[in-house]
């Protein structure tokens, strides 16, 4: 409990600080005006890109649960049954993933989504080795993803990228690095994982000697848990090659849609002069640089780093509306329904006990 207040206080301290500090001296009743003429099909159509952004990860986890149930070629889809109560149903994997972005957005480096995914996958009676395959799929495709698409846009688009981006072009650089990282460390784990624990050990070493940490026999594990967890992953992707190339056409898609959302905002906002590529380019960019920050919902830096990224393609009096927009469709709003969602399996959960 402590540690939830804990979260909660500093995600409500860094969204007041950030919101006070990019509305502060600013024409408020100006921006509400701009805000309130957004059109309302590209508002609909944004909200709409924010919420398949979360349903594309909930429709992932059902399309693999379900295809781990497969018993035979003849047999239809196998799906858990907890009582009378059906569990793994798309609609119920896609409030494992509105609850996953919950979680994640009010932790440092989104970090608290998946261990509550599993816990509430595990209430309903699906199968824990099954769930953690599932979400270590879907969790190692959506950084491959990301860092295929953060090297593909340095390498043809590296010069552009550095004049846009300006003083922001070295934060792109460090969280494209942190996430290229993150992927070698996972993919390690998942092809190599003797020489990860061999590692890890000695790592480990060397942080006892300097007194960093205390002996512990429960590290490694977990070092060992969480290689063998990766090892089941791929020795499941490498019997279904269909599923993993699946997944990744639709993590593509996911990633494509959140900077599209920006583009829906622009059009809806009348502004006109800019392309989609560059409005995506640079959203993507965005997205990229903060996404391994310890700060909850990366918020602060990304507010900061739109405003001065955006600035030359909004219209001044566009610009602050445009982010309000854009961020409150693609977090706050999608946090918000994250919230009701967890609060209503918290209250089921509750009761069934």
């Not at 502060?24 to 952004?53: C, D, R, T, W």
């Not at 920006?262 to 002069?273: D, S």
Request: glycine share 8%; aromatic share 12%.
């Amino acid at each position: 409990m402590k540690k939830k207040i804990l979260q909660t206080v500093l995600f409500l301290g860094i969204m007041f600080l950030t919101f006070y500090t990019l509305l502060h001296g600013q024409n408020l009743s100006e921006i509400y005006q701009a805000v309130k003429n957004m059109s309302v099909p590209y508002l609909i159509a944004a909200a709409g890109l924010a919420l398949f952004f979360v349903c594309a990860e909930g429709s992932m986890i059902w399309y693999l649960l379900t295809s781990m149930r497969k018993k035979t070629d003849s047999q239809t889809t196998v799906l858990c049954v907890v009582g009378k109560e059906k569990v793994c149903s798309l609609w119920r994997c896609i409030q494992y993933s509105f609850i996953g972005f919950f979680y994640s957005g009010i932790t440092p480096s989104a970090t608290g989504g998946q261990p509550v995914q599993l816990y509430y996958m595990n209430k309903d009676g699906n199968k824990g080795s099954d769930c953690t395959i599932v979400l270590m799929t879907v969790a190692v495709i959506y950084k491959i993803v990301l860092v295929v698409l953060g090297a593909g846009m340095l390498l043809f688009c590296g010069g552009a990228l550095k004049t846009e981006l300006q003083s922001f072009f070295p934060l792109y650089l460090l969280g494209l690095a942190l996430n290229t990282v993150a992927v070698a460390v996972v993919l390690a784990a998942m092809l190599f994982p003797q020489w990860m624990i061999v590692v890890w050990a000695w790592v480990e070493k060397q942080f006892i000697r300097l007194d960093i940490w205390k002996a512990n026999p429960q590290r490694m594990d977990k070092v060992q848990t969480f290689t063998g967890n990766y090892r089941n992953a791929v020795d499941w992707l490498k019997q279904h090659p269909g599923k993993l190339i699946v997944v990744i056409a639709v993590t593509f898609l996911q990633r494509c849609s959140v900077f599209l959302l920006t583009y829906m905002v622009y059009l809806g906002l009348g502004q006109a002069g800019t392309s989609i590529q560059e409005v995506v380019l640079l959203q993507a960019s965005v997205y990229i640089a903060v996404d391994m920050l310890p700060l909850p919902g990366a918020q602060g830096i990304t507010e900061l780093m739109y405003r001065s990224v955006f600035a030359p393609v909004f219209s001044k009096g566009s610009l602050i509306p445009s982010m309000l927009i854009s961020r409150g469709l693609n977090f706050y709003f999608l946090l918000l329904a994250g919230a009701g969602v967890t609060a209503a399996n918290h209250f089921l959960v509750k009761k069934k006990i």
